[in-house]
């Protein structure tokens, strides 16, 4: 079909679900002229404005508060663009609950990321809702959540991780931040070239996350006698989104370990070392993915899956 627009749900509450969206749509070959629309409710969504691959809608907060103001506001929203199918990135039937009753005569797709299904289950309550026709597993999933996948969805399994990056260097480098901490020569400009052994903090939780990996690099550091090299970080307060590009210029990279960052680290080259720190999130197995990641055993170091998954995305719709 063409010409039809097709809503990309990437609802959440960091960046994960916007930069996973985007990495695919960028690699999508988009000969079908279908209108994308991505809606996303993130707190951080003014990072990503000017990135965004196709046109993007974020919910207004005050329709965030009352679920019965958030469902008419889906339910507008449908109507308005002329929905004609729906890609779900995670969550089979919303972060809220929301695709359980509504559109059920519209066509669904799912990114299903790992997610922890008894936790999203509670949220779901007893009654489930019509699961998304055909689904493409990107991590590997519990055994009764991927039970329930095969056999309500035509499934279809990816083993390369997906990795967004964008050409801002220039940019962004003039917005990393140096540790106020750190008094050697190099913590006060962004590194050069023959420094080799320079280190960067990425994150986009809260400041006491921010804390805990700082704390963590630094650590990490002394163990490997580098407490004479150079540490940034780039968190929101610096508005620089991605983050890709800056980060091959580090020798050491240190982060929370969500599906993006684990991404990166999975494809860095061997001059590259990433030191990934679990966070709990209800949804998500940080620490789980971070022991795959250690183990060898996550996802192969082949930078295809966004491709993958787009030219997947393009065949289903």
């Known amino acids: 079909m063409t010409d039809k627009t097709v809503l990309y749900y990437a609802m959440g509450g960091g960046l994960g679900h916007i930069t ?23 707190r ?11 046109p993007m809608d974020e919910v207004p907060y005050e ?40 559109a059920l005569n519209i066509p669904r797709l799912l990114i299903a990321r790992s997610l922890k299904w008894d936790e999203y289950k509670k949220r779901m309550g007893f009654k489930y809702g019509q ?26 399994r ?24 750190q008094n050697n020569s190099h913590s006060q400009n962004p590194p050069s070239s023959s420094d080799r052994r320079k280190w960067l903090v990425v994150h986009t939780g809260d400041r006491l996350e921010q804390k805990k990996l700082l ?41 929370g370990a969500g599906y993006n960052m684990a ?20 949804f998500d197995d940080q620490f789980t993915r971070a022991r795959l990641i250690q183990a060898g055993g996550w996802q192969y170091n082949k930078r295809e899956g966004a491709k993958k998954a787009g030219k997947w995305l393009i065949e289903s719709l």
């Open 20 to 42: 996973r969206t985007f990495a695919i749509l960028e690699e999508v070959d988009n000969t079908a002229n279908i209108n994308f629309r991505i809606l996303a409710s993130s």
């Open 44 to 54: 951080l969504t003014h990072l990503v404005k000017g990135h965004e691959p196709y």
């Open 63 to 102: 329709f965030l508060k009352s679920r019965k103001k958030y469902l008419k506001y889906i339910k507008e929203y449908l109507k308005k663009y002329d929905i004609k199918a729906i890609v779900i990135d995670t969550f089979p039937w919303g972060i809220v609950g929301e695709w359980k009753n509504l």
């Open 131 to 156: 699961f998304p026709q055909q689904c493409l597993t990107i991590e590997r999933q519990e055994a009764t959540y991927e039970k329930i996948i095969s056999s309500e969805s035509k499934m279809t």
């Open 158 to 181: 990816i083993y390369a991780p997906i990795v967004y990056t964008e050409s801002r260097v220039a940019q962004n480098r003039k917005l990393l931040r140096p540790d106020p901490q």
């Open 215 to 255: 704390k963590f690099a630094k650590n990490k550091m002394k163990e490997l006698g580098c407490t004479n090299s150079s540490l940034h970080s780039v968190f929101p307060i610096q508005r620089i989104f991605p983050a890709s590009d800056l980060i091959k210029d580090y020798s050491y990279i240190v982060s």
């Open 263 to 282: 991404a990166m680290a999975c494809v860095a080259g061997s001059e590259q070392k990433y030191f990934l720190l679990p966070f709990f999130r209800r």
